[in-house]
């Protein structure tokens, strides 16, 4: 199995036990809270009510209230976040394709015998040379 896949199906993994680990959190709390309120209720006390809590309310501004900014630090996270997905698969910015494999690479050397292969063709000294 490929190293891709490999961490592909860890991710995976983790991703399921995270959401199963929630669901019995969420469910644990509503079971909570739905007996609580039942004892509240028998009891004949008055229910307290809760204030807003920050940033929430009639003065809401989404999460975090940031209002419409907070679109924009969700996309950078996202651009973040495929910035280090690239960088583990593909090795960082030096190891890309393309002529001298990307930024680095011996970019140098093969435009020099590139060069002589030209003067060579140019002199009829016989068939050009397959490179590397």
Request: charged content about 15%; hydrophobic content about 45%.
């Amino acid at each position: 199995m490929s190293g891709f896949f490999r961490v592909f199906a860890l991710l995976l993994a983790v991703a399921i036990a995270v959401g199963i680990g929630a669901a019995v959190y969420n469910a644990g709390v509503t079971a909570g809270l739905a007996e609580a309120a039942q004892q509240a209720a028998a009891s004949g006390d008055p229910l307290p009510v809760a204030p807003y809590g920050y940033g929430y309310g009639p003065y809401w501004h989404g999460p975090g209230g940031w209002g419409f900014f907070g679109f924009f630090f969700l996309v950078l996270g996202l651009f973040i976040v495929i910035g280090f997905v690239r960088m583990a698969f593909r090795g960082g910015r030096g190891h890309g394709s393309g002529p001298g494999g990307g930024w680095g690479g011996d970019r140098h050397g093969r435009v020099e015998e590139w060069h002589r292969e030209l003067h060579r063709r140019e002199a009829g000294e016989g068939q050009p040379s397959t490179g590397t």
